[in-house]
Structure formats: C-alpha cells, structure tokens
C-alpha cells in the first residue's frame, strides 16, 4: 500500500517516453495488463499521436494518471474532435489524495471537448463535482470473440451515463 508523501511535491506532467518506466511501475501495481516491452511501446509510445496522458509524479513514482483517447464525435451535425476520458486512476490507498483530481484537471485544461462514457461509481460520483454535466446515455454492446453468447453479460445491454466536461459547453448528441 503507498502513502502520500505530504512534505514532498507532486508534480503533474504530460506523459513523454522519458517516463516510461514509472508508468510500468504504476501499472505493475495497479493492473494485470501485459508486461512485454510490446504492449507498453503500443499502449503508451504508439498512441502518443491518438491521447493525452498526465501523471502525478511524486519522488520519481507516478501515483495516478488520467488519460484521453482522441475520438470523433457528431455534434450538431458537425463531427468534433474530443478526448474520451479512459484510464483515470491512483495507486491503491491514495484514494481521496486529490492526486486523481488533480491529473484530470489537467486533462480538463486541453483545448478538446472532453467526454467520460461509463466510469466506476467513483467516477461517476466525481465528475459532477468537478463541473461535469450528464448529457445523455449511452448503450454499451458486447461481441462475444467465439461468435456465440459466452456470459449472461454478452446478452445485455446496459446504460451508462454519458458526462462532458463544463468546459465543452452543452453536446446535444
């Protein structure tokens, strides 16, 4: 479990390939991803051109990160550029830091409209807090990879709420 350093700077930065190794860290201790040299040079160096990806770094440890995926959305008729909020987190046990807080609003600071479709609870229950407006729902669909219906998930269809930034303005979709 990591504590937050309280004396010592945390710093948020943009993601650039020179903080690779701290982003393998974090994710070694936050997820079951892949590990091979591969997936990180396609997940993070390969999609720099795709996101955006700020890190709050304290002591030459990333303790959360908060990335938006480039995505295209029709807007008024007119396809518009956003970030589609993805991978926002902090390591275990500094829930409630404000590290999370702080690396989306950086996110938040970027000229794109951003969107956040889905979310855990926590997300969910943060973004409004942070000026986020709840602009409709989305349907989310699974296909299943064996082409037949694997799980009682495969078979659903669920709603989750579709929030955009405050500072996107309103986004009829």
Known sequence: MVTLDRDAQIRVVPFDPSYLPVVRQFAARYWSRPTS???????????????????????????????????SYLVNQVLTDCLEVFDWHVLPGLKGS??????MRALMRQPERLIAVGGTQDVQSALPK?????????????????????????EMVSNCAATCSAACGPLPM
């Open 130 to 154: 942070m000026g986020w407006q709840r602009i409709g729902t989305a349907r989310k669909y699974e296909l299943p990879l064996s082409g037949t219906l694997s799980s009682p998930r495969s």
């Open 37 to 71: 040299d591969e997936y990180y040079t396609w997940r993070y160096l390969d999609a720099l051109p795709i996101g955006r990806l700020f890190m709050g770094i304290q002591e030459g440890e990333c303790l959360g990160m908060a990335y938006g995926l480039r995505r």
């Open 98 to 103: 404000g590290v999370g807080i702080r690396v």
